[in-house]
């Protein structure tokens, strides 16, 4: 499994494989045209996890910070979470 090239520094911290083990609701947001961190892997991940939701934002790496929309989307999903 690539990794994005920000990790790639985290050294042999490989927890991908223990991914499935999470139970905790999980959003999985990634960027498209995200250079550091593409959709290919941010899916990848999102997919490790069961019941993850996976949204792909029309941005690059985290220029949804500035999206109230996006916000909206992450109080929503962490409301629900409860």
Not at 24 to 37: E, K, N
Not at 55 to 65: A, F, I, K, P, Q
């Amino acid at each position: 499994m690539p990794v994005c090239s920000s990790c790639q520094r985290t050294g042999d911290a490989d927890t991908f494989a223990r991914l499935p083990q999470l139970k905790a609701p999980t959003l999985v947001l990634g960027g498209h045209y995200d250079g550091s961190c593409p959709p290919d892997i941010t899916r990848a991940l999102a997919g490790q996890i069961p019941g993850a939701r996976y949204e792909l934002m029309e941005s690059g790496h985290g220029d949804w910070y500035f999206d109230p929309a996006v916000w909206d989307m992450i109080i929503g999903f962490l409301l629900k979470s409860d």
